[in-house]
Nanobody, 124 residues
């Protein structure tokens, strides 16, 4: 069972990146997905969430209107499209999966599987 996050890199302010989170060993469509980011010395914060039912998605206020979470069940992959990137979006980004839709979805301890982080740097 593995989650593989990719797509990070260096981008200028105002630019876009798409992060991918590919699953192996389990069916990602059966799981709720969260994207988190972590600044140096800080705890991981939840930014985007896709539930298991009805296409529910949620984005934190800090990224709402700029980031979009989506699924491609055929590819067993979840994406995070990030637009209008700002310097304060610079962080290590993680994807995570959980079988249950219960409990607070931006609490890292409520997740079963984690991908490795991918670094996003927004700088001119």
């Amino acid at each position: 069972v593995q989650l593989q996050a990719s797509g990070g890199g260096l981008v200028q302010p105002g630019g876009s990146l798409r992060l991918s989170c590919a699953a192996s060993g389990f069916t990602l469509g059966d799981y709720a997905i969260g994207w988190f980011r972590q600044y140096p010395g800080k705890e991981r914060e939840g930014i985007s969430y896709a539930g298991t039912r009805g296409g529910f998605t949620y984005h934190a206020d800090s990224v709402k209107g700029r980031f979009t979470i989506s699924r491609d069940n055929a590819k067993n992959t979840v994406y995070l499209q990030m637009n209008v990137l700002k310097a304060e979006d610079t962080a290590v980004y993680y994807c995570a999966a959980r079988r249950s839709d219960r409990d607070y979805f931006f609490s890292p301890r409520n997740y079963d599987y984690w991908g490795q982080g991918t670094l996003v740097t927004v700088s001119s």
